[in-house]
């Protein structure tokens, strides 16, 4: 099949939970779209054609890179030929790869180029400029794709997977959790023309498919954070099998924990962890999700059995004007130890259950990255929602195909 | 099966580098079987590292955390909790994340109850304004112990369980923190900190720098960090390390002249789907914040093999070398006496 | 069978694209010879007794480690009983032996143990590469890291090693005095930042290029080693090797335990071994994706990129 993907580089302003609204650089699927942080996610499946149509609008030559994807070729109107780094006077790199130039310059070079290539492994991947990368990548231009399996197949479950039919990677529901950082003297500079020093970097903002938390709770395509589509909020029912796909898009090590449970590692950079009959996936409580790398895992969580008659906690819960419940005048907490029950709250704190779910948070452990600018709670946080069987709709953690078109 | 019950007080008190500053912590300290009327002198004692909880797997853990406030600071009423970080399938009312269960006030308690699922290292800490309450000190060690586990019998002195070949005659964990200065003195003089301006200025094994590392548990000059991080054993014992990282950095240690095995990961062992052994040597042992390794070595020829952090300028006490994470493996022609207990 | 290694710490002086020539210490394999960053590399069989001749001509002791390898040193600690050096130590205008077995094959860093925090970041490093039983670098058929049967077989070798300068220190250091917060501002492949990494090797104090070449199809064993105090991540650009040894063990042994990655993430002081088959003709980037370390001092490209040429 071939999957065609237009994008625009473009600039715009993400907001932060704390207030503040930074420059950054991104990529929109629309001409007369919004920049987007991360990019837009690019789904496609193992043999397709995909064609990249990237249109340059800013005010430098910008590229895209497709690490993990062999034989990338690209066409900037003289027809395809394999990407090539490109060096300038001195035999010096001035790109990584073939770029789009700038609209201005006065060599006229084409602000249009189309990359292709065809995945030849499913997996999780990353995009990312390849130009100027010491500072477009951190201003934004980067983004998530999806290789899904040749055997994909959503309706069937033993085809539900990350990686094909018989490779342990069946899945009910799949998240992708794009980690990048933000220092947002850095992007202030880039706004006003000011010197960009990336020795001087330092991230005041830790963003989770570019936004912070408590923002990474809220669903995707709310309204009011135009530029950051993207929500992180993941949902479950008990013991189903859930797919994280974590990828590194900014510049720094994040080990994110997810409450809860481990996960089991099954691919990395868009390789599945198995030798022929060999099976090298692993488990982990705390994943270090290095720059540029992905981590495929399964998650599951089953509770312990915990039920108010057959297998009451326990331990007595004490009187609730003993218990702290609720952060800033709000909780996640049912009221309840058990699923699917609601018990009371302490009067005057938001209740923000639903129907008795619990919830686990999955967080950078290097705490300092769950603040927003200091301020605990932000950054690379979000929860793990956990609803009774049953009563979670079936859409929940389905990731549709990026269009495709006819060849 | 046995039934374990711990209490653990939550508190401040203080702590002392080896250039001799005083760092203000909050903390908790073991008052397991203290009378009630004599818990309120446990206030201001808070102890970094925290106590080693310590369980079998198919044991009954209750642990009762009591927040008795901070003397240091009369002005926070500040909850806590305990996060059993690690616990497989946990429920939230006991996994400790005030934002979806329960936090205990002060002056009150709260029992956690836990029955552990796996054998392997894991950390505790409280996850009240985890940012801070971590880096003030919160952190303690936890071990799960096979459900065969027999320190009597050395088949069945392991870490994962008879025939996993984690066997061990000695055991140390080596919990790695950092403390930045200024966080501490901010939260002694009731100031704001802007925590994305972290930086440490110590970096702490066992809750000591170096030289402190390497001085006898329960040293007089150090009545709040009773943990040494001093190695020992006799040629020829394997050694078990349990790595944990609750420092807000990555580290990378080493120990002179003696390469690692990596057995267990995250309070897992290694193994695949069909348990494959997907266990490993290391030359540097590389440990991100909220990790566990599980790490053996036979103890070579009697010597003095130093443990540094391979990122070496981690080894100074604020700017100032010796010092930091470094400690040593000492290593005797088999004069040493069995060993009690970890880090004993 | 024993082999000598003779190496001298001295001063010197190194280049880094755009600024003056900067302070040094680095070790040397003859009197004669001037300090080189990194250190000579050795190139000695699994199995051999290396007897190591240290002599210092710095202004202070110094020592000399190796990682990786089974050794029992010989620490010395000051009057408080801390640690001085965790070696035997050379006194200035003095010599210190060690002898070390090569019992495993990879590479393997040696570098000073006394103060490494201010010895080892102003270059006293290297890298000794241990051949594996049946080697012969003169029949390329015997080429392989760690042996038969661990799937390491190689038509091209190329050994990088990452570091980091930190200028201030250096200048602070050579002048007597006692450095501050580390923040290095270049960044290095085998002791050169961008674009003199792809130059080819020569006589300067920093002799080893970084540059690749190898004609499609060609197995390329790359082995990276960080001897940086930072966490570096290679990235390979086009190309997705397969892990083979991790800090010089092999992966495949009694089950294959090795994987395919595209970038891979070093802490400070470890060392990847990949492999992986040349692709079609052209070039390909090498970079650090800790994109603040492709730069000398801000100025970029610098820092840690190499190009491999496939022809």
């Known amino acids: 099949m071939l999957r065609n993907v237009d994008l625009w580089t473009r600039d715009g302003f993400f907001s932060t939970p704390d207030g503040s609204s930074i420059y950054f650089w991104g990529l929109a699927s629309r001409e007369d779209g919004k920049a987007q942080l991360p990019g837009p996610l690019i789904v496609v499946q193992q043999g397709d054609t995909v064609r990249i149509n990237l249109t340059n609008t800013l005010p430098e030559a910008t590229s895209l890179l497709f690490p993990g994807q062999e034989g990338v070729t690209v066409d900037d109107g003289t027809g395809p030929r394999p990407v090539q780094p490109r060096f300038g006077p001195g035999g010096v790199l001035t790109s990584f790869t073939d770029y789009a130039d700038y609209p201005d310059n006065p060599m006229a070079n084409p602000t249009r180029v189309t990359y292709a290539f065809t995945p030849e492994n499913p997996g999780t991947y990353l995009y990312w400029s390849g130009t100027n990368v010491h500072r477009q990548v951190l201003m934004g231009l980067h983004g998530c794709l999806i290789v899904r399996p040749a055997d994909y197949d959503e309706s069937v479950p033993a085809r539900r997977t990350a990686y094909g039919e018989g490779t342990g990677t069946e899945f009910d529901r799949e998240y992708v959790l794009v980690l990048a950082e933000v220092d947002p003297e850095l992007n202030y500079n880039v706004e006003h023309g000011f010197p960009y020093r990336v020795r001087d970097y330092k991230p005041r903002y830790w963003t989770m498919n570019g936004r912070c938390a408590v923002d990474t709770m809220l669903p995707s395509g709310v309204g009011y954070l135009p530029t950051q589509p993207y929500g992180s909020m993941i949902t479950a029912e008990p013991g189903e099998k859930v797919l994280f796909r974590y990828a590194g898009g900014g510049i720094e090590n994040h080990p994110l924990h997810p409450h809860g449970n481990h996960t089991r590692i099954v691919g990395l950079d868009g390789r599945l962890l198995r030798n022929g009959a060999t099976d090298l996936s692993y488990k982990r409580f705390t994943v270090l999700v290095g720059p540029g790398q992905t981590y495929d895992q399964i998650f599951i969580w089953t509770g312990l059995g915990f039920d108010p008659v057959t297998h009451p906690i326990p331990t007595v819960l004490p009187q609730l004007q003993n218990l702290a419940v609720g952060h800033a005048g709000n909780t996640l907490w049912s009221g309840s130890a058990y699923l699917g029950l609601k018990g009371d709250l302490p009067v005057g704190v938001a209740d923000l259950n639903d129907m008795g779910e619990y919830y686990f948070m999955l967080h950078s452990h290097e705490e300092v990255q769950i603040t927003n600018w200091g301020k605990y709670p932000g950054g690379l946080m979000t929860m793990v929602a956990v609803f009774p069987s049953g009563r979670l709709g079936e859409r929940h953690g389905r990731i549709p195909y990026t269009e495709s078109v006819p060849v | ?344 | 069978m024993v082999t000598n290694i003779d190496l001298w710490a001295k001063s010197g002086s190194i280049i880094l694209p755009g600024r003056d020539p900067l302070p040094f210490w680095g070790f040397s394999g003859s009197a004669g010879a001037g300090a080189q960053l990194p250190g000579p590399r050795y190139d000695v069989m699994e199995g051999e007794s290396l007897h190591i001749t240290l002599s210092n001509q710095l202004p202070g002791t110094t020592s000399l480690v190796l990682s990786g390898v089974e050794f029992t040193p010989q620490p010395v600690k000051d009057g408080q009983g801390r640690f001085v050096s965790y070696n035997t130590e050379a006194a200035p205008g003095g010599s210190a032996a060690y002898d070390i077995v090569a019992a495993r094959p990879g590479v393997f860093l040696y570098q000073s143990g006394t103060a490494p925090e201010t010895q080892v970041q102003m270059g006293l490093y290297g890298v000794i590469v241990v051949r594996p039983l049946g080697y012969d670098p003169g029949n390329p058929s015997t080429w392989s890291g760690y042996g038969p049967g661990t799937g390491t077989e190689f038509d091209v070798e190329k050994v990088l090693v990452i570091g980091e300068v930190d200028t201030a220190w250096h200048e602070e250091i050579a002048g007597g005095g006692t450095p501050s917060d580390y923040d290095p501002g270049y960044f290095t492949l085998n002791g050169r930042s961008y674009p003199a990494t792809v130059d080819p090797d020569d006589a300067s104090s920093q002799p080893y290029g970084s540059g690749m070449a190898a004609a499609p199809g060609q197995r390329i064993l790359l082995r990276i080693i960080n001897a940086g105090f930072l966490n570096h991540t290679l990235s390979l650009d086009g190309v997705t090797a397969r892990v083979v040894a991790g800090d010089s063990w092999p992966l495949k042994t009694s089950i294959d335990t090795t994987y395919r990655k595209n970038t891979i993430t070093l802490g400070s002081g470890q060392s990847y071994d990949l492999l992986f088959t040349a692709p079609a003709t052209g070039k390909y980037v090498i970079y650090d994706r800790d994109l603040n370390h492709v730069v000398n001092a801000n100025q970029f490209p610098g820092g840690i990129i190499t190009i491999l040429e496939v022809t």
């Open chain 2, 1 to 344: 099966m046995a039934i374990i019950e711990q209490r653990l007080g939550a508190t401040d008190g203080w702590v002392k580098m080896p250039d001799g500053n005083l760092f203000y912590i909050m903390g908790f300290v073991d008052i397991t079987g203290v009378p009630e009327t004599a818990v309120v002198s446990y206030r201001g004692k808070a102890r970094l590292i925290a106590p080693l909880v310590e369980a079998k797997v198919g044991d009954e853990v209750y642990l009762t955390l009591t927040n008795l406030g901070f003397p240091g600071r009369p002005d926070l009423d500040d909850s806590h909790t305990v996060h059993w970080h690690g616990f497989p399938n946990q429920i939230p009312l006991y996994d400790g994340v005030p934002e979806a269960s329960v936090a205990v006030r002060v002056g009150r308690d709260f029992d956690y109850y836990y029955k552990p699922l796996d054998p392997g290292t894991y950390m505790y800490h409280c996850h009240f304004e985890p940012v801070e309450h971590i880096q003030m000190g919160m952190v303690g060690p936890l071990i799960a112990r096979p459900r065969d586990y027999d320190p009597g019998v050395p088949a069945l002195k392991t870490a994962y369980g008879s025939g996993t070949g984690t066997e061990f005659a000695r055991e140390y964990f080596v919990f790695l923190t950092e403390l930045d200065a200024r966080a501490h003195e901010f939260m002694v003089l009731v100031q704001e900190y802007d925590w994305s301006e972290y930086r440490a200025d110590y970096y702490l094994i066992n809750g000591r720098a170096y030289p402190d590392t390497v001085k006898d548990n329960g040293d007089p000059s150090l009545p709040s960090q009773p943990f040494s991080a001093r190695i020992k054993a006799n040629t020829g014992d394997r050694v078990l390390l349990r790595f944990v990282n609750l420092g807000y950095q990555q580290h990378a240690i080493e120990i002179v002249g003696i390469p690692l095995h990596v057995a267990g990961v995250d309070a897992q062992r290694p193994v695949g789907l069909n348990g494959e052994d997907l266990s490993y040597g290391k030359n540097v042992l590389y440990v991100a914040p909220g990790q566990t390794y599980d790490v053996m070595f036979t103890a070579p020829a009697p010597g003095t093999y130093p443990l540094y952090n391979r990122n070496c300028h981690k080894n100074m006490n604020a700017g100032v070398a010796p010092g930091g994470m470094v400690s040593e493996v000492a290593v005797h022609p088999g004069t040493l006496p069995p060993q009690p207990g970890p880090n004993a």
